[in-house]
């Protein structure tokens, strides 16, 4: 875009033009300005971004073993995941989110639909879920294990391509 023309000679006065309030560049810069706002803040509305609940929900890098059935019902409620009802089945992934990520960009193998696979094996543990009791609320069963994790990976807003979604290997 070329600035209007202007009525002085010389005509380097572009950013003396933008930055003017009155200017037609001011209300497109203003939008620009909250467009930029608001799509780099993840939680504009208050809403968890995929993949900060990704992390949430599947990344357990600080807890160390055993992963029994005690360590799935205490965490499963600690990631939030026993309210309103008791998620059925979830994964964690005993590793950094770092060494995740690089699996969408580097260390996996890419297959349709943005699903990745690791090339390589994790520590994981798998919580399913059993009943409900009264007192001692969602009852998990444990299984751990070494295995390939498969992951969706999206283009994400100030962290590039990164885990989103996680399913297991097939
Ligand atoms: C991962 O495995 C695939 C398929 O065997 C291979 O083509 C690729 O080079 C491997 N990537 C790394 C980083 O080892």
Known sequence: MSPAPSTTAGGSSGSEEAMSPRGPHAAVLLMFLMLTLMSSRPTADGRE??????QRQHIDELSHPPFSDAYCNTRMKKQKMTTPKCKDFNTFIHSDLATVKAVCTRTGTKRPNNRYYSNDSFSVTDCKFIRKDPRQGCMYKATTLSRRICITCE????????PVHYGSYK
Do not use: C, M, N, S
């Not at 971004?49 to 990704?54: I, S, V």
């Not at 283009?155 to 990164?162: D, M, N, T, W």
């Open 49 to 54: 971004t995929q993949y900060a609940k990704f």
């Open 155 to 162: 283009q994400v807003q100030g962290a590039g391509l990164a």
